[in-house]
Structures are given as C-alpha cells and as structure tokens.
C-alpha cells in the first residue's frame, strides 16, 4: 500500500539545545582527557545522545558531590538554580554556562520579581532552575484551573505578580491563561515560551489534521517532545518514539507526519524517516516541499546583520514586546510600542517587515524595529513622489516659525508658509491635525540631516483650477449643485459649488420674508441651489436657494380660485383695508368698501388683528401678485357681519414682514 510522509518544517535541534551541544562538542574536539567532563543533567533530553557523549567519556550527573574539583562542567540549556551554579563554583571547576538565553532571560525577569507565577512542570529542570532564579514569592501552576485557585488563594496580594511560562508550555494554554489574568490589574503577563517552541507546536498541529498518523521522535524524558506528541493525538493517530527501532508498522496509514522534539538530532530523525520510506519502498509518495533537508538546513544557517531588512511571522504578543520568527536561529523581538499607532493591533501569524537594529548572538537574539523600517520605505516613497511629481498624503502634526510640519508616510515634511494653503493669511495653526495632499518639491540629502520640502498649495491650486474647468464647462442655467455658504453679506449669500462661487440674492433665498440671509444660513452650511443666471464673460453666477414647488402662488393656484370662500386670519389693520392670511406667504386684502354692506368709516370698527373671519376671491392677479377678498359679497344688504372668536394671539403672523409696497390694491409678494 503506497503512503506519503509529510515532515513539518521545523524540526530537530532548536537554537538553545543546538548551542549547548555545538559548545560541548567543540571541548570534545579539543580533549588531551586532562579533564574529567561533565554535564549537569542530559545536555539534551534524549538518551541516544547521551549514550553516545558517555561512550567519548561526557559523565552525566546532577549530583555535586561526584564532581571532581578542576574538571569541566556544561550547564545544559534548562539551566540551573542559583544556589547549584554558586555550589559548582565553590567546588573550583571550570563552567561551560550553556543555559539558552531565551532561559537566561526568564531567570533575570524572576529574579526581579516580587510575586512570580510560573506556568509550567514543578519537575523539569527548566521549572527547577527558574525557581532556583526567584528571589521572593513563586507559585507553579500546570493548567488554568490550578491558575485560578492560586489566583484566589492570593487575592490579597497587591504587588505586581508576573505570570511566565516554561518556554516549552503549549502556546494556546498560556494564551488562554493570560486572557484570564486581564482581570487582574496586578498581574504582568510575559509570553516566554519559545518561539521555535511554538512553531513546531502549531507545524504540528497544522499537519496532524491533514494526515492519518503521526510519528513524533524524541526522548521520552523531553518536555516538549511530549508536548507535540499531545498535541499530535487529538488530531490523529500519534506514535511517540525515540529511536529508528521504535517505528510502529505504518501501512494501514496513507499520510503520515512526522516531526521531531527540539533536543532531537537530525541524524536521528533522517534514520526515521529513511527507516519509513525503506520499510516501505513501494509506491511511495513524498512531499517534496515539506521533507526538503537542504532547504531546512539553508534556513537555520541563514544570519542576518545590523541594518538589514527582514521579514518575518510574528508568533506571540506580550505586553511589552512582539516575537517574531525570522526563519533563522535568532529570535526576533520588536517593542510592542511601536505599533501603538497602527490601524490593526498585531497578531500571531502576521507577517511583518522590520529593520535589524541589533543582532545579538550569545543570546540567540535580533532587537528589531518596525518605525525604523516604515519610515525607510516611506523615505523611499517620498524620493519616487519628487521625481515623478506624485501627489502623497500628509497630516499637519504643528505649526512652526515660518510653516508647518507634515507627516508624509511617517517621515516629517517641512511646508513653508506661503505653501501650506490656497489663502496666504491662513492662521497655521487652524490646519493642524488636518490631512491634505502634498507634492514634494525638494528633498535635499548633502547636509547632515536630510531636508525635505512640501507644497500643498501647489496640489490645492491645481484640484481648484480643474473643478473650476469643470464647472464653467458643464454650467447651465436650472441646473443644480450641492454648495457651501462660503460667506454671508447683506444682500444675499456666496456658495462655493465646487471650486466657484455664486450668489444667492436674499430675495431667491425664500418664498418668505426674512430681514437678513443669517435668519436661514450659516457659514459653512451645504444647501443644494440651482442656477439662475450665468455670466460666463464677468464670471458671475446667480444662484436660487428657494424652490419652486414651494412656490406660494402656485400653491394659491392649485388649491383656490376666484368666488372661493374661504377662513382668513386678519394680519393687518390699515386706513384702507385689512391684510389678510390666504396661505402661507400669500397675504390678501379686504378693502374697506369690502368690509361690510353698510358704509365703514373705520377697519378697526368692524375688525381687529387675529379675527378669523368667512371671505370670498373676487380677484387674483398672478403677474401683478396681488389677491383681493371680500366679506360683502357674501351678505345680504340686511345682514350684518358674523366676525369668528379672535384666533390664539400666538398663532397669529406677525404683520412686520409685510411688504413695503402694500397699495389699496392688495399686497405685493417679494418673487
Ligand atoms: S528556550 Fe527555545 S531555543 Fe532555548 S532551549 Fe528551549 S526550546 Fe530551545
């Protein structure tokens, strides 16, 4: 039966293990036997490799008293406590320190803690040696529900608890872990677990759901091995093995995983997977991408120096710094400040470019920079803008002596004055934290500082030269533009439609009668108008605020006509006649000789302001605007005249807006 074997990336030795086994295998190269060498515990949790060291002479012990004074002693990647390295400096031996500095880390962290909580094994040595490191109060939680006991138990604690974990604790049970603790304004959370850790846990993961089986190879002691081997099962059928000879028979399988612990060495996992195929020699069908060695190997030598640019996969998030994993042996750390400012807060699986600001490699280790870069790449961009005259955008960040300071792509743009708006008595100040289009017009790299030099005028001139194209190209009269009220004067109003401005006269801002444009806009306000008249020769452009469906006299027309009889509210008393309320900016008048049909010598003798009185049309003159009513025409030469209860005084228009033009004829309306 054919089967395909799938290896995860990453596999075999991690940084850690593979610096202390390079270091103790260097002394082995050199050895007169002079020295009896030790190892404090297994240099890696695999007894292939233990037994081989113990077949060159390595002795294994972790007891001080076998020691021999002057010997050499190789502290493993877990490190150990304080009190065992100040024991095995008593005891006059020379330390080969090979703890990983990933571990070196934690115990620095610890050992400035008041209150530490450590998530991990109480039995592994890496556990051992951290609490070894702890100068005060320490608590080891193995899963979450012991974490919320602790956090019970301790509630009265209100000195800052630092919660870390073993770097090889499962990656989704720490982050779990640490969204729990958010509630506790006291409690630092460090992600410490190791980022190849994490990426041979989650390569796991990923493969285990793809495939039938999955052979896990490490020692059975190796906290980490395990951990893959758990994570393994839950997807799919697992086999933990530490030797070649181990391997499970695999043919009811067709996709097969495989993957190694960090204290795995390559040759063993290369004996696996040749002891797989071979058992199995026919038909078999290999990923080529994911089983490539030369690949694998090219990528853990791969180093990277002060100055670089890099790329990499962020694969944990802490409160103070982001991890990223560069594909080399150095881990990538950027300060999580640094993203303060992004749209989108980072997360693990992000790919992110950043600059290589220090590359430190005894601690395995790559200080990175992600403003460093942005500002690089926008320093680019702006270069390419000036030569091909690009637009860019900025955002006004102060006012300065003689212009402003813009921000193009992270960089700091200098605008003068003279360049920053299309007014040259703009107040600076108004523009900050405004963003505008900029050009670039100089950039200027030969003295010490790079000088850079923006014009937003020059990009605002050109938008208002070609809307003002536009709009004398496409204007006509009745055609309509949403405008802003760019000022107000006391004859009507200027409308910026789009680069030119017209003017609404106060007469074509309403079918109604105000005293000034304020009454109806305001600076700044966006009314739709529609052309009135266009001068294209004087460049001037007559705008109409008022709508013509509100048009009182065609509402007059289209609900009376002449002989209607109709209530009408008394707006005015005058010597010849009272003004009246016909609809809405429509006034009619009653002549005196209307009034009644006997002789009135006096209006206020039959009406007052606020009467509601019966009426009748007798003429509507629609060119002339006027409409004139009567109440005679509706008595009999007997009948007096029936004046209803005076309206609410408070409903009554009030009769100043009354035109000026009033006659004996009727009321002239403003058009
Ligand atoms: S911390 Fe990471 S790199 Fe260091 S020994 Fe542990 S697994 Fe390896």
Same mark, same amino acid.
């Given at each position: 039966m054919s089967f395909e074997v799938i290896k995860t990336q990453n596999i075999g030795f991690c940084f850690g293990v593979n610096r202390a086994v390079n270091a103790l295998n260097e002394v082995l190269k050199n050895d007169d036997g002079s020295k009896k060498i030790y190892t404090f515990g297994q240099i890696?949790?695999?007894?292939?490799?233990?037994?081989?060291?113990?077949?060159?002479?390595?002795?294994?012990?972790?007891?001080?008293?076998? !020691? #021999?004074p002057g010997s050499i002693v190789f502290i493993r990647a877990h490190g150990i406590p304080r009190s065992v390295?100040?024991? *095995?400096?008593?005891?006059?031996?020379?330390?080969?320190?090979?703890?990983?500095?990933?571990?070196?880390?934690?115990? +620095?962290?610890?050992?400035?803690? #008041?209150?530490?909580?450590?998530? @991990?094994? $109480?039995?592994?040595? #890496?556990?051992?040696?951290?609490? %070894?490191? =702890?100068?005060?109060?320490?608590?080891?939680?193995?899963?979450?529900?012991? *974490?919320?006991?602790?956090?019970?138990?301790?509630? @009265? &604690?209100?000195?800052?608890?630092?919660?870390?974990?073993?770097? =090889?604790?499962?990656?989704?049970?720490?982050?779990?872990?640490?969204?729990?603790? #958010?509630?506790?304004? +006291?409690?630092?959370?460090? +992600?410490?677990?190791?980022?190849?850790?994490?990426?041979?846990?989650?390569?796991v993961e990923d493969l285990a759901k793809r495939v039938d089986a999955f052979v896990i190879v490490g020692g059975k002691n190796s906290s980490n091995t395990q951990k893959l081997y758990e994570i393994a099962s839950l997807y799919c059928k697992a086999f933990h093995i530490e030797s070649p000879n181990e391997l499970p028979n695999l043919v009811n399988y067709k996709k097969i995983g495989l993957s190694a612990g960090a204290s795995t060495h390559s040759s063993t996992i290369e004996e696996v997977f040749n002891n797989m195929i071979s058992e199995n020699s026919e038909n078999i069908s290999l990923e080529e991408?994911?089983?490539?060695?030369?690949?694998?190997?090219?990528?853990?030598?791969?180093?990277?120096?002060? %100055?670089?640019? /890099?790329? @990499?996969?962020?694969?944990?998030?802490?409160?103070?710094?982001?991890?990223?994993?560069?594909?080399?042996?150095?881990?990538?750390f950027i300060p999580s400040d640094e993203f303060s400012n992004e749209e989108n807060p980072?997360?693990?699986?992000?790919?992110?470019?950043?600059? /290589?600001?220090?590359?430190?490699?005894?601690?395995?280790?790559?200080?990175?920079?992600?403003?460093?870069?942005?500002?690089?790449?926008?320093?680019?961009?702006?270069?390419?803008?000036?030569?091909?005259g690009d637009t860019l955008k900025c955002k006004v960040i102060e006012?300065?002596?003689? @212009?402003?300071v813009v921000l193009v792509n992270k960089v700091r743009?200098?605008?003068?004055?003279?360049?920053?708006?299309?007014?040259?008595?703009?107040?600076?100040?108004?523009?900050v934290n405004k963003e505008f289009p900029i050009r670039i017009i100089e950039v200027d790299e030969s003295g010490r500082r790079m000088r850079i030099i923006g014009s937003i005028r020059a990009v605002l001139k050109e938008e208002l030269d070609s809307a003002q194209k536009q709009i004398w190209e496409n204007i006509e009269i009745g055609k309509r533009y949403k405008g802003v009220v760019k000022s107000i004067v006391?004859?009507?109003?200027?409308?910026?439609?789009? %680069?030119?401005?017209?003017?609404?006269?106060?007469?074509?801002?309403?079918?109604?009668?105000?005293?000034?444009?304020?009454?109806?806009?305001?600076?700044?306000?966006? $009314?739709?108008?529609?052309?009135?008249?266009?001068?294209?020769?004087?460049?001037?452009?007559?705008?109409?605020?008022?709508?013509?469906?509100?048009?009182?006299?065609? !509402? *007059?027309?289209?609900?009376?006509?002449?002989?209607?009889?109709?209530?009408? =509210?008394?707006?005015?008393?005058?010597?010849?006649?009272?003004?009246?309320?016909?609809?809405?900016?429509?006034?009619?008048?009653?002549?005196?000789?209307?009034?009644?049909?006997?002789?009135?010598?006096?209006?206020?003798?039959? *009406?007052?302001?606020?009467?509601?009185?019966?009426?009748?049309? !007798?003429? &509507? +003159?629609?060119?002339?605007?006027?409409?004139?009513?009567s109440i005679r025409a509706l008595l009999s030469e007997e009948e007096p005249l029936i004046v209803e209860a005076t309206a609410d005084a408070d409903a009554v228009p009030s009769v100043e807006g009354l035109a000026n033009e009033e006659s004996a004829d009727g009321v002239q309306i403003a058009e």
């Open positions: 890696v949790h695999n007894n292939i490799i233990t037994d081989e060291l113990e077949k060159k002479g390595v002795i294994n012990t972790e007891n001080i008293e076998d !020691i #021999e390295y100040e024991a *095995l400096v008593n005891k006059n031996v020379e330390i080969f320190d090979e703890t990983c500095p990933k571990v070196k880390k934690i115990h +620095n962290i610890v050992s400035n803690a #008041e209150n530490v909580i450590i998530a @991990g094994n $109480i039995k592994h040595p #890496e556990v051992i040696g951290i609490i %070894g490191n =702890t100068k005060n109060k320490k608590f080891i939680v193995k899963d979450i529900d012991e *974490l919320k006991k602790i956090m019970h138990n301790i509630s @009265g &604690i209100d000195s800052e608890i630092v919660f870390l974990a073993q770097t =090889t604790f499962n990656a989704s049970e720490f982050n779990e872990m640490a969204k729990y603790l #958010e509630q506790f304004n +006291n409690v630092r959370v460090v +992600n410490t677990i190791c980022s190849s850790t994490y990426e041979r846990q989650k390569d991408e994911e089983i490539d060695f030369a690949k694998a190997i090219e990528a853990s030598m791969k180093i990277i120096r002060n %100055g670089e640019r /890099v790329k @990499g996969i962020i694969t944990a998030v802490n409160g103070s710094e982001i991890q990223v994993d560069l594909g080399v042996k150095h881990s990538g980072p997360k693990v699986g992000d790919e992110v470019e950043a600059f /290589v600001v220090r590359v430190n490699d005894v601690e395995g280790t790559a200080q990175l920079s992600k403003s460093k870069i942005d500002s690089i790449k926008g320093l680019e961009k702006i270069v390419a803008a000036k030569d091909s006012a300065v002596k003689g @212009g402003i743009v200098f605008v003068p004055a003279s360049l920053a708006s299309l007014r040259r008595d703009t107040d600076l100040n108004t523009l006391k004859f009507g109003v200027f409308v910026d439609i789009g %680069g030119v401005d017209g003017l609404v006269h106060i007469t074509d801002l309403t079918w109604g009668r105000i005293k000034s444009p304020e009454e109806l806009v305001k600076v700044g306000d966006v $009314i739709e108008v529609e052309v009135k008249a266009i001068d294209a020769e004087k460049r001037k452009i007559s705008l109409v605020y008022k709508k013509s469906e509100d048009n009182p006299w065609e !509402i *007059l027309k289209a609900k009376y006509k002449v002989d209607d009889v109709l209530d009408v =509210t008394v707006l005015k008393i005058m010597p010849y006649g009272a003004f009246v309320s016909v609809v809405d900016n429509v006034d009619g008048l009653i002549h005196i000789s209307q009034l009644s049909n006997h002789r009135v010598e006096n209006v206020s003798e039959v *009406l007052k302001v606020g009467d509601v009185v019966k009426a009748q049309i !007798i003429e &509507i +003159n629609y060119e002339e605007k006027r409409v004139s009513l």
